[in-house]
């Protein structure tokens, strides 16, 4: 096995797009933007047994040398960490900032005086809370936390809310990388609330300047919201010449 140092020594348009890109533990704020930055994105392992799974699955990849190996700060890893996955999914599904699809029903029940209210960032940590709650496995982890925490300080992660009556009943969060800005996670508490807060932020998203949300894992939960799959190199090469990430509006607003 040929242990890599960084994200920056690794080329994920060589990477399997059917398996993880990578192993590395580095989930610090840093670690983590270096990982989105170059076209991945992590998964961490519930439990010990998916982290033997993991080993089980692809060591044959890893001692190949067609799955990376990343150390911490710099390090070489002692052993592979295959507690922590990074994907880069080839085809990559995405959605436009204006091609959120909505669905005649809830379009109908927003037209009709739907009394609930969208915000970004003003409940970030509780929006997190709220999309690993009751997940089983669990891969959103204490560490992923914590790293997902700072990156929101440094204004590298976004969350977005939906409001009814001063509760919080659905919301979304991400990473954002220039034009791009994933969709790490979501939740609801009402019908059709996290599907209001991808609406939501891909207009304010759009509003910004930004081209794309990457929707990270295809589903027909995606494909119902307007997801395309948009091959990953087209997607790397818009990495890669990324500029500085856009500013979402913040203001209060009504759904419909």
Same mark, same amino acid.
């Given at each position: 096995m040929a242990a890599l140092r960084s994200w920056s020594s690794v080329d994920l348009s060589a990477a399997p797009g059917d398996a993880p890109a990578a192993f590395c533990a580095d989930l610090t704020p840093a670690g983590l933007l270096a990982g989105y930055r170059a076209g991945a994105y992590p998964l961490p392992a519930a439990d010990e047994y998916s982290r033997y799974l993991n080993e089980a699955l692809y060591e044959d990849r890893v001692a190949a040398g067609s799955i990376a190996v990343l150390g911490v700060g710099g390090e070489v890893p002692s052993e592979v960490p295959y507690g922590v996955a990074w994907w880069s999914p080839d085809?990559?599904?995405?959605?436009?900032?204006?091609g959120v699809?909505?669905?005649?029903?809830l379009a109908r029940r927003l037209r009709?005086?739907?009394?609930? $209210?969208?915000?970004?960032? &003003?409940?970030f940590a509780q929006? /997190?809370?709220?999309?690993r709650a009751g997940r089983s496995p669990r891969w959103l982890t204490d560490q992923l936390k914590q790293g997902l925490y700072g990156l929101h300080r440094d204004g590298h992660a976004h969350s977005v809310e939906v409001w009814e009556n001063g509760e919080l009943i659905g919301g979304a969060f991400g990473?954002?990388?220039?034009p791009v800005l994933s969709l790490d $996670?979501?939740?609801?508490? &009402?019908?059709?609330?996290?599907? /209001?807060?991808?609406?939501?932020?891909?207009?304010r998203f759009a509003e910004a300047g930004g081209l794309l949300l990457d929707a990270q894992w295809d589903s027909p939960a995606v494909r119902s919201l307007g997801g395309t799959m948009l091959p990953r190199a087209d997607y790397l090469e818009l990495l890669r010449h990324a500029q500085e990430s856009p500013?979402?509006?913040?203001?209060?607003r009504p759904a419909g």
């Open positions: 085809p990559r599904p995405v959605i436009t900032p204006g699809r909505l669905g005649r029903r009709n005086g739907l009394r609930w $209210s969208t915000s970004v960032d &003003r409940e929006v /997190v809370e709220q999309c990473v954002q990388v220039g $996670s979501m939740f609801h508490r &009402r019908t059709d609330a996290a599907r /209001v807060a991808i609406a939501d932020l891909a207009a500013l979402l509006p913040r203001d209060l």
